[in-house]
């Protein structure tokens, strides 16, 4: 745990960083892009959000995402074990918001909407009718992840504000 403690600052730094830069993300989507693909008839959003969920599976946003997750864990396991620390609390509590409110929701939720819109057939209605339940759907849990990257973020920067 020495090489742990001696990387705290850095770790959390890094880890608040990245639950910032995959909350922002998220807020664009939630913001303007899944707008943006409503606009569209049901066919073209279709297509274009297949390409999208095809395009995000890339090293830069996965080491964001999962990245940030893996150094979430070593920040939850290290807090536990140094609770007595100043910020240990807040250490557990951002990596726990991130790793359930975002990368759980992530999987639980908004990759099983992605898989199922990835076979949907644009040009049919059940297409069509995919497409109007998955807007809302995937739009909520993507609110949910976005608040709960950004909430993490926050909690880890107050942690440094508690290990002065």
Known sequence: MVIIDNLRFPLTLFTA???????????AFST???NALARLQPKEGIIAMQSINITAINPLFMVALF??????????VSSVLKWDQPGAAYLLIGSLLYLIGTVLVTIAFNVPLNDALA????DSTEGANLWARYLTNWTFWNHVRTIAALAAALTLALCDRTMR
């Open 119 to 122: 076979i949907a057939k644009p």
């Open 32 to 34: 303007f892009v899944i």
């Open 17 to 27: 960083l990245g639950c910032g830069l995959v909350a922002g993300v998220f807020f």
């Open 67 to 76: 990245g940030t997750a893996v150094a979430c864990i070593f920040l939850a």
